[in-house]
Nanobody, 122 residues
Framework: QVQLAESGGELVQAGGSLRLSCAASGRTHSPYTIAWFRQFPGKEREFVAAISWLGRSIDYADSVKGRFTISRDNAKNVIDLQMNSLKPEDTAVYYC???????????????WGQGTQVTVSS
């Protein structure tokens, strides 16, 4: 199993930046893709970004392209999501997830963190 813990969420003004981190522990020696999802109140989780084990495959949701950057350090088992030019519509709970394949759908991921709240004020 892989355990995931997100951190870095907080209240920020529109136009500001935040860096979310996802710390992985457990069976981290097996290759896994990490993705970030977010969930708005009353909505399903939506894909934000994903990065494959060696970082050769990366993808972003259209809504965050050019503003968010995903990266990972496998030596430290940390996956970051740098979020710039934040908008009020980015307000959500952000989750990191781990799975064996590079995918954009939530059901493809086996392990999830508890989430971290990002609030962007206008």
């Amino acid at each position: 199993q892989v355990q995931l813990a997100e951190s870095g969420g907080e209240l920020v003004q529109a136009g500001g930046s935040l860096r979310l981190s996802c710390a992985a522990s457990g069976r981290t020696h097996s290759p896994y893709t990490i993705a970030w999802f977010r969930q708005f109140p009353g909505k399903e989780r939506e894909f934000v970004a994903a990065i494959s084990w060696l970082g050769r495959s990366i993808d972003y949701a259209d809504s965050v392209k050019g503003r968010f950057t995903i990266s990972r350090d496998n030596a430290k088992n940390v996956i970051d999501l740098q979020m710039n030019s934040l908008k009020p519509e980015d307000t959500a709970v952000y989750y990191c997830a781990a799975g064996p394949h590079f995918a954009l759908m939530a059901h493809e991921y086996d392990y999830w963190g508890q989430g971290t709240q990002v609030t962007v004020s206008s």
